[in-house]
């Protein structure tokens, strides 16, 4: 568990309900887990 945290960091943010169940049913009709997509949306916005 201490390796664990020594290499990531916990993301939390509030969002619409609305907007999230949306949000949720793409990434399931997608097949891809929430944090596959926001690992995906960081990649994008680094590498900008």
Same mark, same amino acid.
């Given at each position: 568990?201490?390796?664990?945290? +020594? *290499? !990531?960091?916990?993301?939390?943010? +509030?969002?619409?309900?609305? *907007?999230?169940? $949306?949000?949720? *049913?793409?990434?399931? +009709?997608?097949?891809? !887990?929430? $944090?596959?997509?926001?690992?995906?949306?960081?990649?994008?916005?680094?590498?900008?």
């Amino acid at each position: 568990m201490k390796q664990r945290r +020594e *290499k !990531t960091r916990n993301f939390s943010a +509030e969002l619409d309900r609305e *907007k999230f169940e $949306k949000l949720e *049913k793409k990434l399931s +009709e997608k097949g891809i !887990t929430k $944090k596959e997509w926001l690992d995906n949306k960081v990649d994008e916005e680094i590498s900008n």
